[in-house]
Nanobody
Framework: QVQFVESGGGLVQPGGSLRLSCKTS???????????MAWYRQVPDKQRELVAS???????NYADSVKGRFTVSRDNAQKKAYLQMNNLNPGDTSIYYC????????WGQGTQVTVNS
């Protein structure tokens, strides 16, 4: 059974930083490496938003709203992904999820990020 487990969220003041982690299980390595791992975020009553993605070779893409502040990375051997978030602002408040396109309907519980002074 494929699972995504996100962690690392919390309450932080504007300008602060957090590092999110995504642990996967049940995904064989060849599948994990076949596509980009992605981070999404969602606030209540709004659509899930793609925040960042990273391919096996390390090519990263970011939403315009987080460019220059967030850095996505992955560990192909451990089948994990990470999201370093710097200079956070209240607009980043959301639940953050990771996902792999081979499992588009499988979602973890997410990790809550709250940016508030």
């Amino acid at each position: 059974q494929v699972q995504f487990v996100e962690s690392g969220g919390g309450l932080v003041q504007p300008g602060g930083s957090l590092r999110l982690s995504c642990k996967t299980s049940g995904i064989i390595t060849s599948v994990f490496n076949s596509a980009a791992m992605a981070w999404y975020r969602q606030v209540p009553d709004k659509q899930r938003e793609l925040v960042a993605s990273i391919t096996k070779s390390g090519t990263a893409n970011y939403a315009d709203s987080v460019k220059g502040r967030f850095t996505v990375s992955r560990d192909n051997a451990q089948k994990k992904a990470y999201l370093q978030m710097n200079n956070l602002n209240p607009g980043d408040t959301s639940i953050y999820y990771c996902n792999h396109p081979a499992y588009p309907t499988t979602w973890g519980q997410g990790t809550q990020v709250t940016v508030n002074s």
